[in-house]
């Protein structure tokens, strides 16, 4: 029997590997990555406001909603 494997980030987890994405594969300057990891931070709160992300509980409606 498989079991789903969830995977469960905290906020601030994600948006340091976020951040750490954006300066060595995007090369994105300082001001770009302060302003993503804003929106970023922001929708990831209003969605998990506990602060565990549940990927797979994300749904495009929540996007929409933020």
């Not at 906020?11 to 300066?23: H, P």
Request: net charge positive; proline share 2%.
């Amino acid at each position: 029997m498989h079991h789903a494997v969830v995977a469960t980030y905290f906020v601030l987890q994600f948006c340091s590997e976020y951040e750490d994405y954006l300066v060595r594969f995007r090369g994105l300057s300082v001001s770009t990555r302060k302003l993503h990891g804003y929106v970023v931070r922001k929708f990831l709160n209003f969605r998990f406001p506990h602060g565990n992300v549940k990927w797979s509980q994300l749904r495009f409606n929540d996007v929409v909603d933020f």
